[in-house]
């Protein structure tokens, strides 16, 4: 049980244009989503928190414009990246928590962004 | 942001032996965790600790929660292929609901 599942697994595309990642749990209901960014050989790094039909919360040096969330549903986020550039190339990971104890967060497989 | 230090960076290990790593912290942490992540995939938790001076196995691994709180072990006894990977240990504060600090990883290599 607890699967979180990340569409797509990498995607490249071309500066300028927006990338949307899929973050969502299969198997239970999240109340919170995390999104995370990985570069190589670096450890995560939080960007932002998304509780269900509430705005997400920014960690501080992330942009909330560039990187919109939407948590619609208890099982479902998106992370858009606008107007993506070759600096926002990484592997983005979310996570997904049952409840409010933030040990309780199931990682997803992660998407690997690519920009030209 | 805050990171936690993780010893050594990397380590390249023959199989069968034992492994140890470790994870300080210049704050304290009432919980530790203790990650692994395989290449192009996400983390996935290994053992989680809630107490200081508290000793917790999983299989082959073993972690401790250090008793100043602010250092935990992660041990791996008679290694095996599949052990390769990234760990990485995560602390969490008091309430539970903060967010979590990872720390910057130990890389397990493995020589046949």
């Known amino acids: 049980g607890a699967v979180v599942s990340q569409h797509p697994s990498r995607v490249i595309c071309k500066s300028g244009t927006s990338v949307k990642i899929e973050c969502r749990s299969l198997d239970f209901q999240a109340t919170t989503m995390f999104w995370y960014r990985q570069f190589p050989k670096q450890s995560l790094m939080l960007m932002a928190t998304s509780n269900e039909g509430s705005k997400a919360t920014y960690e501080q040096g992330v942009e909330k414009d560039k990187f919109l969330i939407n948590h619609a549903s208890l099982t479902l986020s998106t992370l858009t990246v606008t107007s993506a550039h070759p600096e926002d190339s990484s592997f983005y990971i979310c996570?997904?928590?049952?409840?409010?104890?933030?040990?309780?967060?199931?990682f997803g497989p992660g998407t690997r962004l690519l920009v030209l | 942001g805050q990171q936690l230090n993780q010893s050594p960076q990397s380590m390249f290990i023959q199989e069968g032996e034992d492994v140890s790593m470790n994870c300080t912290s210049s704050s304290i942490f009432n919980t530790w965790l203790w990650y692994k992540q395989e290449p192009g995939e996400g983390p996935v938790l290994l053992i989680a600790l809630y107490k200081a001076g508290e000793l917790t196995s999983n299989g082959r691994l073993t972690a401790q929660f250090g008793i100043t709180r602010k250092d935990s072990f992660l041990n791996i006894s008679a290694s095996i292929p599949s052990d390769v990977g990234i760990y990485f240990c995560?602390?969490?504060?008091?309430?539970?609901?903060?967010?979590?600090?990872f720390g910057t990883g130990t890389r397990l290599t493995i020589i046949p």
């Open positions: 996570s997904a928590s049952l409840g409010s104890r933030r040990e309780t967060q199931y």
């Open positions: 995560a602390g969490l504060g008091p309430f539970g609901n903060e967010k979590l600090t």
